[in-house]
């Protein structure tokens, strides 16, 4: 029984989750697949959920799990019992979400784009850097072991210097014209394929490979209108890109192509690359994401990408399942980026982007859109 | 506030536990998620837990979060608060422990295989049936999206008449010689690649295809003898197959081929098949089970197999995630078996193996045991 | 100038090629291209070709570029430039043309399957074995580099003791019910799936895994009746096999799958298969024909198939082309049986089935539809 | 007899080869195959080769069944008997040998790249205009009949309109450092990533998409110095790419990216693009060359990409084989270039590259090389 027996005697972490759509959803499962699979050095408690809908938080709160509700999300960050706040609302609203959870000294736990310019971002970097509060944001693909193995061979010399990175995240999910606006389409909320796509193969680029010094890049919107809502004969103007190109030059000296697109037809979640270096080459898909190719010169005397399937030899996955071949899925990279979080709040070393990370993947954004308005190399030093 | 409003009224379904090995963690994950992520008609609290072994019965119902922890299973099952008793111990317990269920009035969610020998199998499914409660197997894979999609496709005729289904559930975790004795390698408990790997396989062919009719068979042992124990010098003789090949001839008159093995090497979870029909072809391949691989003759006028990527139309995607190639994984895999689970016991219809069914996978089973024994054709009636 | 200069001063062999259907054109390209590319221990001369009509006999000729043609196949055979007698017709003339060759002393280069029964194939091979000429017979897909590369890794031991063998030779060309009957249809003719597509995939089980001991098996046919003609309304009932499936069990212990189906939608020319041992596994699909799958236990620290792509290290692809990755396609396999023809007849060792091969492939064939007649395990030794 | 009879009265055309390295024998094979597989207007009679060394061009004539050889190729150019001209030699004597070939008006066949400057070429295209002789450039690679029915699927307006072209042509012949210097490292000889493989895909982004009015590109050269021969410790500096990348404006709206490299590990022959456009998508692989990734939005109701399979219904493969999945190889895309070369020259139109097209190709990736080396957007029209 409970009552005599304590083998389990970790501190507790009260977390404050605001809002309850997709991501909200997918935080909730994250938080509880971490607290049963993933060795933490803290429990998870669920402490409380916001959404304005007082009566879909409420109905939210109970069936993931949360002690309670609130309709004001300034509440919620001010609720002792929370010590991390994760926020999961639209873009334009985590730069006020994130300063006051900073500014009541929680850590925060944010979804991506960090912010709808890269001003907010730069604020809100540079206030949780004084505050001295511990931040994550949510580039949950990051947090893939098949993406750890990559970052360990790379580092670990396995394809030695590095010399390309060829990269594209594209989906389709805005190649019918007849896909209407939303809020995905408003530069005023971070809208646009670079931005909602690019930003997270900036990112692994940025991880994998190194910083950026210099861009060149070439947006182009596609469909210039778009119907105001799901079939309606009014159409509004759509200023964002729908797919943007750039060529990247890595401080290593590694060059490389960037695509993000949103209306290239047949791909769900195709954000892939290639990395090749002296060594060898590494692939990846997240079309899919328990897969590596890799080719290694003289490996085996024989030449052929070899197909790693991820299995519990990789961290992250033997928590999840001892065997190999039996698959993670999307919501458990979810979980293990939940569980980089706890260990950043707990002091522990972790993997993933903080605000500082995110920070500079927003402005190698910005400098790829300065580059394609001004048709011009922009350097990153200049922004 | 939690007091004041209640959206959500559902009954309450307590589950028992019973085993905190990799199965039990599998258990305890998919119950969070059900209840997190799925529709359910009753809401899944976990009552108790049981594992023989008391303080770590205890540290697992804390860590997983169930209310209490028995080390006695019996206790665990007359448990009032327990209405469903879950089994994921090992295979020559499930017979004591379900039917001891059973006689307490519970449904029972037991692991494969149903029992160690046909005839515990057979008593278990006229038990359940006798007493009129709801069972379920944990034949898991058969909840997988894509192989709803699947059986939907054949059972709205796009295949045509069924012509011939072609199966191999390969992994290689035994093909190393140095792989030492364990249950798995007793015949007694329900050891050997056609029990713990081919089951999944012939239940599938009877999900997709229908009643084998007569069965021919090859079993063999590749490594007659093997350590103790991890690194022992002590052999010990096997007696289990380590691959078993067949034929089998459908009631429908769909004629196949069958193979189980755990030493062949490079697959890890390799549960994949083909399907081919008048019209057309499927195929899938569980290392990749967000796809299906499918072929209409016609279709579109030129040849080709067409990859299909797990999305939100397929039921079951759609409530782990909104977006097409974000991709399940397998313990979502458990989760969708949890919710049929929980459909039954709430008088739904629901997808999966009850008793029933598993005793006919059993039956299936038994029949190329024989067949192979006897080196001759088995007539199913004559099992 | 040629006359002054003489750099070339290899013997000349003659060929006779009898038949200008599809596989007459793949000889004359073949032989142009063996002499054009391959090391040859002699030129070929393509010396004279047969058809009975004889307008289309000189057309072809002339557009193949051979020196005259016969409408009379027996002029031919004796024709004393003629040293090397191809024999492209339909099955049932196999044995009287290779008969008459055999006696006029000429080798004989047979399309497969050698004869239209097992007496008339083991009459073929004690007749060329007494007169002492050599034969070949068109298993072309042997002579495929990276089967040789499979072959040369067998043998090397790399996957270890061979445990399995999955085999299968689907095609669709028969699928649609309105394809009407021909020859193949006919087994008086060695119609059906299994001597048409099955034999190719029997010799090469053969060849990498060796001799078979016992079979069993099941054919059925699909459709009972085809057109008698296009289009026609006249059906004629169909007696051999849409499809057959085995189990084979090899002398060296080896157990195995086997399938031909030439109404398995999705499939153009899937000859495939998979060959496991201790130490690995290696795949082959003929539809991609450069390509080796090969899985080593070990041999890299990390899991995962790796795929070989064809290149000037096969003996064979380098002959064609100096860099790797460019491909061979399937004409250029039959030159390399050419080559493997002109070695044999110059008294070098060549690899590819000869009749006394080709004999038991038929005989491997035989067991197998005896197995399925009689539904029983049939053993080798008692055909 | 052919003395006596008379079906084939084409006319005949001779063709006079200078070069006996890969290409040269390339061409007598393609020669060969075409007179033996393909329709054509006129009959190919090989009247002669040239080569500087005598022994060698008698050997070669002798193996390959050219009429006679020529030390000088001015000789090869004036032999009456003659009509056509075929280039295989290094890249600086394009220019010379073309340039007399017509002179003399004889039609050319020359390999690419076209010259070793875009003068040279501009130069060669506008005498050939003038002359009215008929030219044809070793693009061989556009000859694929798969990707024959691309431009068909594109023209026919299956894909809508383009709207993104990414494409990237990768080997790894010099990946090795120790890879020596040759020729292909000479900037003055057409050396480098760009000219050797990336021409090619530029070829494929002109043929498939259209103009491109803009680029902006990075070249970089990642080993800077190279053995001097193989094995040697001298050192050569490197002036030339070893890979580029860039981005593409078409005219028609399109936008993309371009890599080209020869370091980079995995790849053997990686000419590879993805056309999207408003209604589908389409994929090729040069390592898979006979195949094609089509994706077609609402094609059937489900999502997937579909594996096109060569086969008889695309123009040029019916002539190589009646069936489909049996495989073209590198040297049948060669024949089916020297098709298109018979049919222009006898006045029929054919597709593939003519001195025009060729010379448009040098200029792209003249206006990518500027564009590299200035920094800077460059715009067709200025080149």
């Not at 049963?36 to 429990?43: C, I, N, S, T, W």
């Amino acid at each position: 029984m409970r009552e005599n027996h304590s083998a389990v005697a970790l501190p507790e972490l009260g977390i404050g989750l605001i809002g309850t759509g997709f991501m909200g959803r997918a935080h909730a499962l994250a938080f509880g697949n971490a607290n049963a699979a993933l060795e933490l050095p803290a429990r998870i408690r669920l402490a409380a959920l916001a959404d304005a809908d007082s009566a879909r938080a409420e109905h939210c709160a109970q069936t993931w799990g949360f002690d309670r509700s609130h309709a004001d999300w300034q509440q919620l960050i001010h609720d002792p019992r929370v010590q991390i706040v994760a926020i999961t609302t639209p873009n334009h609203l985590h730069f006020p979400m994130a300063m006051a959870a900073i500014a009541a000294g929680k850590a925060v736990y944010c979804e991506k784009p960090l912010a709808v310019s890269l001003a907010e971002a730069d604020e809100m970097r540079c206030s949780a850097k004084t505050a001295g509060v511990v931040t994550k944001v949510g580039y949950n693909y990051q947090h893939n072991p098949m993406i750890g193995l990559a970052k360990d061979m790379i580092e670990a010399g396995e394809l030695g210097d590095i010399v390309s990175f060829q990269g594209e995240f594209s989906e389709d999910f805005m190649a019918n014209p007849a896909s209407p606006w939303s809020w995905r389409c408003d530069a005023a909320h971070a809208g646009g394929a670079l931005a909602d796509l690019g930003s997270h193969l900036l990112g692994m680029a940025r991880y994998l490979v190194g910083d950026v010094e210099a861009v060149c890049a070439d947006c182009s919107t596609v469909h210039l209108q778009r119907p105001a809502s799901p079939g309606s004969h009014e159409m509004r103007p759509i200023a964002v890109d729908d797919q943007t190109h750039a060529l990247l030059r890595f401080s290593n000296g590694a060059r490389g192509t960037f695509s993000s697109s949103w209306l290239k037809h047949g791909y769900k979640n195709h954000l892939s690359f290639e990395i090749s270096g002296t060594l060898g080459t590494l692939a990846f898909d997240q079309e899919r994401l328990n897969e590596l190719r890799v080719y290694r010169a003289g490996a085996s005397g024989r030449d052929g990408f070899q197909r790693l399937l991820a299995g519990p030899a990789q961290p992250g996955y033997a928590a999840f399942c001892p065997a190999p071949g039996h698959q993670l899925g999307y919501n458990e990279l979810k979980a293990l980026e939940v569980q980089a979080l706890i260990q950043a709040v707990c002091g522990h070393s972790s993997r993933g982007p903080d605000f500082e990370e995110a920070w500079q993947i927003e402005r190698l954004a910005t400098a790829i859109r300065l580059a394609a308005a001004e048709q011009r190399w922009v350097a990153l030093e200049d922004i």
